[in-house]
């Protein structure tokens, strides 16, 4: 399954009101390290299907969710749960550890 594109408009519905836990991938277009984390969030969100909802926000069309949640380096990941923050990340992670926080998060 793969990742959801979200928007400030759909943020609520799709990942404050989810059930379970939401990954949301804070990311841009002209973002290297973005770039290089997609494939990863994609496995993930295959690899981990029923347990985790990947999301990604593209923070130049959608403004007003990263700056509620604070987001000023990309990118951010944060966890959702029950529509709060669980934890977050700043940068890109190897796949490994990638998963290793999901799993310790989630």
């Known amino acids: 399954m ?5 928007s ?3 943020f609520e519905a799709s990942v404050l009101k989810a059930t379970g836990p939401v990954l949301v991938d804070f990311w841009a277009e002209w973002c290297g390290p973005c770039k290089a984390i ?5 496995d993930l969100s295959t690899e981990m299907k029923g ?5 990604k926000i593209n923070i130049d069309e959608n403004p007003a969710t990263p700056r509620k949640y604070g987001v000023r380096g990309i ?3 944060i966890v959702f749960k029950d529509g709060q923050v669980a934890a ?3 940068g890109a992670l190897p796949k490994q550890k990638l998963y ?6 989630i």
């Open 51 to 55: 347990r985790v909802t990947v999301a």
């Open 75 to 77: 990118p951010t990941l």
């Open 2 to 6: 793969p990742s959801t594109s979200v």
């Open 38 to 42: 997609g494939p990863f969030l994609e």
């Open 100 to 105: 290793e926080w999901v799993e310790s998060v």
């Open 8 to 10: 400030d408009d759909t």
């Open 88 to 90: 977050q990340k700043i």
